[in-house]
C-alpha cells in the first residue's frame, strides 16, 4: 500500500521560509520520480517542482530561484525548500509518486503566507 504522508506546513510571514517533507511507504522509493504540487483555494492544482530518480530537477517558473526540491533516498524523503515566500504561494502543497506508471498523491500540507 503507497502511502505518502507530509509535513511541514504552516503559518509564515512573507520573505520567510519553509521546509516541507514527504515521507514514502509502499513504494521502491530509490526508483520513483517524485513530485510537489500546490492547490491555492478557487484554483486548480499546479505544478511547483519534480526530481527524478537521478536526482534532475524541474520548476515550475515563478519558484525558479526560490524553492529546492530535494530527496534522501536512505530515508524514503523528498523535501521542499521554500525561501522568500510570497502572498500568493498559500496553497495546500501535495507530495506526488510516479510508481509502475501510477501517480499517487498524499493528503496535502496547507502552507500559508501572510503579508
Known amino acids: 500500500q503507497v502511502q505518502l504522508v507530509e509535513s511541514g506546513g504552516g503559518v509564515v510571514q512573507a520573505g520567510g521560509s519553509l521546509r516541507l517533507s514527504c515521507a514514502a511507504s509502499?513504494?521502491?522509493?530509490?526508483?520513483?520520480?517524485m513530485g510537489w504540487y500546490r492547490q491555492a483555494p478557487g484554483k486548480q492544482r499546479e505544478l511547483v517542482a519534480t526530481?527524478?530518480?537521478?536526482?534532475?530537477?524541474n520548476y515550475a517558473d515563478s519558484m525558479k530561484g526560490r524553492f529546492t526540491i530535494s530527496r534522501d533516498n536512505a530515508k524514503n524523503t523528498v523535501y521542499l525548500q521554500m525561501n522568500s515566500l510570497k502572498p500568493e504561494d498559500t496553497a495546500v502543497y501535495y507530495c506526488?509518486?510516479?510508481?509502475?506508471?501510477?501517480?499517487?498523491w498524499g493528503k496535502g500540507t496547507l502552507v500559508t503566507v501572510s503579508s
Open positions: 506526488n509518486a510516479d510508481y509502475h506508471g501510477l501517480y499517487y
Open positions: 509502499g513504494i521502491i522509493f530509490r526508483f520513483s520520480p
Open positions: 526530481i527524478t530518480s537521478g536526482g534532475y530537477t
